[in-house]
C-alpha cells in the first residue's frame, strides 16, 4: 500500500507544473476558415489551477478554442502566452499540454498500460522513468490493476479513464478536455463527473473544459465561459451565470426553458409589468418600451408554489420524473409554458401556475430581436 501512494504522491507533487506558470492567456484570438469567423477577438485569462469551462451549443467556436490553445489549429490573429512565454507559434508537442478527446483515441491493438506509455513516448519519455510514471498515472485514474487489458475489456466510462491517465501521465501543466463525457451513458457521465472533478483538485491542475451540457458546466467548473457564433456573451462563477443570465441567449443556455416577447404596460424601477392575451407577468430588470423578453426557469413555475404571478394554463403534456413531474401548459392565448408540479396532473386538466416576480426576468429586446427568437432551450445532458 506504502509503494501506491508513493507513486501517486509523486504525480501529484510533480504532474503539473504548478510553480511554472502564472496564468495562460488568450490575447483576440481569431480563427477564420474562408470568409466564415468561427471565434472572434477571444481575450481570456485562465489562472494556474483553474477549473474553466467553455459552454455553448455546437457550432459557437468551444472546440475551436480549445483546439487553437493546443495547436491543433493555427490562429487566424491572436496570441496564446504560458505565463510570459508566448506559445501559439510552438507545435502542438511543445507546449505541454495534456489532451483528452471526445472518443477516447485509443489504440485497440495496445493494452491500457501501453496506450498510456504511448503518450510518454511522444515526448521522449522512455525506460523505467516512463514505467513509474504509467504505473502513477493508472492509480491516479484507479485502473493499475487493468494495465494488461485491452481497450475493447473496458467500459466506456473505463476507456476515458485510460485516455486521462494518458493525458496526466507525462506531468502536463494544463490538461485540456474537449466534450470527454458526451459519448457515456447517463450514469457513467456521472461518475465521471465526479473523477474528473477529483482528480482537478487531488492533482491542482489547470483545466480547459469544452462541453454543450450546463448540469455539467455548473458541477465542474471555478468559471463559465458562455460562447455564441466565435463571441462571450457571459464569463462568471457558475452561480453567477446559473442566477444572473445577461442575455435571452444565456438564459435559454442556463435552463430558462420559457424565453419569449411580451409587450410592456408598465415600469416602475426594475419592476416591468407585460402582458399578452391570456397572460400578464410582473418582472425584474430592465423597464423598456414596447417590447421585451421574459425568462422563466420550468421548477420556479409551479402550480404548488407560491408568487403573485398567477397564470392559468390547460395541461398539454406530462413527463414523469421521479418526485416531479414536467408539464407543458397553454394558457388560453395559445402560449406555451414549460413547468413543473409535485401533485398529478393529466392531460386535459387546468392548473394555475404561480411565480415570484424575482423569477421572472426582463430583458430588453426590441421586436423581431434574433437573440430573444433563437435562445437555446436545451435539456439537462442534452446531446450537442
Not at 466564415?36 to 478554442?65: R, W, Y
Not at 489532451?99 to 483515441?105: E, G, L
Not at 408598465?266 to 407577468?281: D, F, I, K, T
Request: charged letters at 25%; glycine letters at 10%; hydrophobic letters at 40%.
Amino acid at each position: 500500500m506504502r509503494h501506491k501512494s508513493r507513486h501517486a504522491a509523486s504525480l501529484h507533487a510533480e504532474g503539473t507544473g504548478a510553480a511554472r506558470f502564472g496564468a495562460l492567456r488568450l490575447e483576440g484570438i481569431t480563427r477564420r476558415f474562408g470568409n466564415n469567423t468561427v471565434l472572434s477577438g477571444l481575450d481570456l485569462e485562465i489562472q494556474q489551477g483553474e477549473f474553466l469551462a467553455l459552454l455553448g451549443p455546437s457550432g459557437c467556436g468551444k472546440t475551436t478554442a480549445l483546439n487553437c490553445i493546443a495547436g491543433l489549429l493555427p490562429l487566424t490573429a491572436g496570441r496564446v502566452w504560458l505565463g510570459e512565454r508566448r506559445i501559439d507559434l510552438l507545435p502542438p508537442e511543445q507546449r505541454g499540454f495534456g489532451m483528452v478527446f471526445q472518443n477516447y483515441a485509443l489504440f485497440p491493438h495496445l493494452t491500457v498500460g501501453e496506450n498510456v506509455d504511448f503518450g510518454l513516448r511522444m515526448h521522449g519519455i522512455r525506460g523505467s522513468q516512463a514505467e513509474e510514471l504509467v504505473r502513477a498515472a493508472l492509480e491516479m485514474v484507479r485502473l493499475a490493476d487493468r494495465a494488461a487489458d485491452r481497450p475493447a475489456q473496458l467500459s466506456g466510462g473505463q476507456q476515458q479513464r485510460v485516455a486521462i491517465a494518458r493525458a496526466l501521465a507525462f506531468q502536463p501543466e494544463i490538461i485540456l478536455m474537449d466534450e470527454p463525457l458526451s459519448n457515456l451513458d447517463a450514469k457513467l457521465r456521472l461518475e465521471m463527473r465526479t473523477e474528473v472533478r477529483r482528480l482537478h483538485q487531488k492533482m491542482g491542475l489547470t483545466t480547459v473544459y469544452v462541453t454543450h451540457d450546463q448540469e455539467e458546466a455548473l458541477s465542474l467548473a471555478d468559471r463559465i465561459v458562455v460562447l455564441e457564433s466565435g463571441l462571450v456573451r457571459q464569463m462568471g462563477s457558475p452561480e453567477d451565470v446559473y442566477t444572473h443570465p445577461v442575455s435571452p441567449y444565456v438564459a435559454g443556455f442556463m435552463g430558462y426553458r420559457n424565453v419569449f416577447d411580451l409587450d410592456v404596460v408598465s415600469a416602475n424601477g426594475s419592476r416591468v409589468r407585460l402582458a399578452e392575451p391570456g397572460l400578464e407577468l410582473t418582472g425584474v430588470g430592465d423597464a423598456p418600451s414596447g417590447r421585451a423578453t421574459v425568462a422563466m426557469r420550468p421548477e420556479d413555475l409551479s402550480p404548488d408554489g407560491a408568487g403573485t404571478n398567477s397564470i392559468e394554463v390547460e395541461v398539454v403534456v406530462i413527463e414523469y420524473r421521479g418526485r416531479e413531474l414536467h408539464a407543458e401548459g397553454t394558457t388560453s392565448g395559445g402560449r406555451q409554458l414549460h413547468f413543473v408540479s409535485e401533485r398529478r396532473l393529466a392531460p386535459g386538466d387546468r392548473a394555475t401556475l404561480r411565480i415570484v416576480p424575482e423569477r421572472v426576468l426582463v430583458f430588453s429586446a426590441p421586436v423581431g430581436d434574433p437573440a430573444a427568437a433563437e435562445a437555446p432551450h436545451p435539456t439537462m445532458g442534452a446531446t450537442a
